[in-house]
């Protein structure tokens, strides 16, 4: 599924040609937020191709010359789609101050944000998702992607190498590793929710199931690491 998407392309308007009048003009950081929050919906529920720019300018009370006069192109607002999700996340991630902790509690926080993001942002899942299917071609042509998320790699390179010096998780494992193994249990109970519970009826997403999922992912990890 690696086909061309046809842009809906229109000529870029000039800083001249962009109506100035309006508070959402003069306000630009806050109409670009705005037109991210609902370009996010749009293509984590529509994919790349199936995502209407029409749809995004009318829910933003904004037009189509406004949004490639920010982002360029469909692709280009695509992109800043990717980069601002992944963003968020980081930033939120940042926020645990998991060096304040000892390092096994602080593993198991993370793993509990983890979790807690995804359930809690599924557009996120959906958008990474629908970028797989692309095999990453338009988040490779991010220039902040790789920067963002080297973050949450170092994260977990400091809080595994506190843990070893303290004697309480094992030697020999790679921060990558381990941040993939988080990412993979804490991603399947959204990207597979519907499938697993079709196949084995069962709701997921009932509160009771999300609880019990959720301690089992983070006692797995904890096992994992841990001595």
Do not use: W
Not at 61 to 79: A, D, N, P, W
Not at 91 to 96: L, N
Not at 135 to 144: K, T, V
Not at 158 to 178: M, S, T, W
């Amino acid at each position: 599924m690696n086909e061309l998407v046809h842009s809906e392309v229109e000529p870029v308007p000039s800083a001249a040609d962009t109506p100035a009048t309006t508070t959402r003009t003069n306000d630009p950081a806050r109409t670009m937020a705005e037109i991210l929050a609902v370009a996010t919906h749009e293509f984590a529920d529509k994919g790349l191709t199936g995502a209407r720019i029409d749809a995004i300018a009318a829910a933003t009370r904004t037009s189509k010359r406004m949004i490639y006069y920010y982002f360029g192109s469909k692709e280009g607002l695509y992109v800043a789609v990717l980069e601002d999700a992944y963003r968020r996340m980081r930033q939120i991630e940042g926020d645990q101050h998991l060096e304040d902790l000892p390092p096994m509690l602080a593993l198991r926080r993370l793993v509990e944000f983890t979790f807690d993001h995804h359930q809690g942002n599924q557009d996120f899942i959906r958008l990474v998702m629908s970028e797989n299917i692309q095999r990453g071609q338009y988040l490779a042509q991010s220039q902040s992607v790789r920067q963002v998320n080297e973050a949450a790699i170092d994260t977990i390179k400091k809080l595994y190498q506190r843990g070893v010096a303290e004697c309480v998780f094992r030697a020999g494992l790679e921060p990558l590793d381990i941040h993939a193994s988080i990412s993979a249990l804490s991603f399947f109970n959204v990207s597979n929710q519907y499938t697993f519970g079709l196949i084995f009826e069962r709701d997921v997403q009932e509160a009771q199931a999300l609880i019990q999922r959720r301690a089992s992912v983070v006692e797995m990890v904890a096992r994992f690491v841990g001595i």
